[in-house]
């Protein structure tokens, strides 16, 4: 008999439970799980998003983190560095267009 893989449709049960609960749902390491999971399309995230909020304290330390620093946090690259200071600069934009 084989061993099933646990983590098997992890992704999808992550984005299910966004689109239908929303993000309030979720721990702080999830929702940088799920973000991650567009920077490493094939890859465990758990153990990158713990590392990051371990090294930033929260996921808003993690938005404002400098890029270099970023980039300073095992298996974090340019890419997701990247992807991650995109957050906080979008949220601005959003919230200048909305109000």
């Known amino acids: 008999m084989k061993n099933e893989n646990p983590h098997k449709g992890h992704r999808e049960r992550?984005?299910?439970?966004f689109l239908e609960h929303g993000i309030d749902s979720f721990e702080q390491h999830?929702?940088?799980?799920?973000?991650l999971f567009y920077s490493y399309p094939q890859r465990n995230t758990n153990i990158i998003a713990h590392n990051l909020l371990k090294k930033f304290g929260s996921l808003s330390g993690v938005f404002d983190a400098d890029y270099k620093s970023l980039t300073e946090v095992e298996d974090v690259g340019e890419n997701t560095a990247t992807l991650l200071k995109l957050q906080s600069a979008m949220c601005r934009i959003?919230?200048?267009d909305k109000f």
């Not at 992550?14 to 439970?17: A, F, L, W």
Request: glycine fraction near 0%; proline fraction near 0%.
């Open 94 to 96: 959003y919230m200048e």
């Open 30 to 35: 999830e929702i940088l799980e799920l973000l």
């Open 14 to 17: 992550m984005r299910r439970k």
